[in-house]
């Protein structure tokens, strides 16, 4: 492709584990855009936008990860067989997921079945939603004088639900800022195990859905009232909480229009 850097020939064997950014493919890095004109075929996840999918090579298969062949949600291990595989059939494999490949996408289990393979690979990373989302619905992620830390957090585990691994006083009060990822389904219990770890029940608190998208939703409450008002006013998936006073900046800061809205 003809862009004004040097960037590496995606080669035919190897795998692209790429990240497609939180929605909006204005997000996408330059490795991103040369690796879709490039690929031979694109193996994606739901999270990645159809317009970014839109932007792969016009001969390029396209495989969604989620639904292969008809079939429904392939295991993780069948995932990795496939890349391994077509990357032995000679293919520019490119692996895009939402996001970043190594936050919450299972991308570091893809890389390591790679590796171990001795397929070669490349790692691109991309705007996770934590950043991009966050900027998109004017929340800052970090403030001077708000937080001088943040974390993100998984609102589930592999079973499905809120992590009980994880040190909820210690994250509940050391850490002024959370996102959690994946967490709509458990809105209630994550409010109430950190208002248990002592943190305040009025602390500002949002729901950002379907980030850097025309659909995009942010919903801004309390710690104590977030729950509520998420299935009050209808939130929907891709989503994360947002927890801490940054949120309170939106006020002023919230400058995305999705397209159509006044
Ligand atoms: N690798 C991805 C995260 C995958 S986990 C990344 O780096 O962003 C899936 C979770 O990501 C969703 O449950 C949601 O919490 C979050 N997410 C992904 N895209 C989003 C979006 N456009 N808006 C809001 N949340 C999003």
Known sequence: MDLPVDLPPFRPGEVWLVGAGPGDP?????LALHALRAADVVVYDA??????????????ARENAGKRGGRPSPQQPDISRRLI?????GSRVLRLK??????????????LALAEARVPFRVVP???AGI???????IPATARGANAALAFVTGHDAAGEVPDSFDWAGIGTAIPVLVFYMALQHLENIASRLIQAGRSPAEP????SRACTPAQKVIESDLAQVARAAREQGAEPPAMLVVGEVVRLRGRLDWFRPRGAP
Do not use: M
């Open 26 to 30: 204005g997000l996408l890095s330059l």
């Open 47 to 60: 999270l990645v936008d159809e317009r970014v999918l839109a932007l792969a090579r016009p001969g390029a």
């Open 85 to 89: 595989a077509l990357a032995r059939e």
């Open 98 to 111: 939402g996001g970043d490949p190594f936050v919450f996408g299972r991308g570091a289990e893809e890389a």
């Open 126 to 128: 991309g705007i996770t």
């Open 132 to 138: 991009g989302g966050l900027a998109y619905a004017g």
């Open 205 to 208: 608190a949002a729901i950002v």
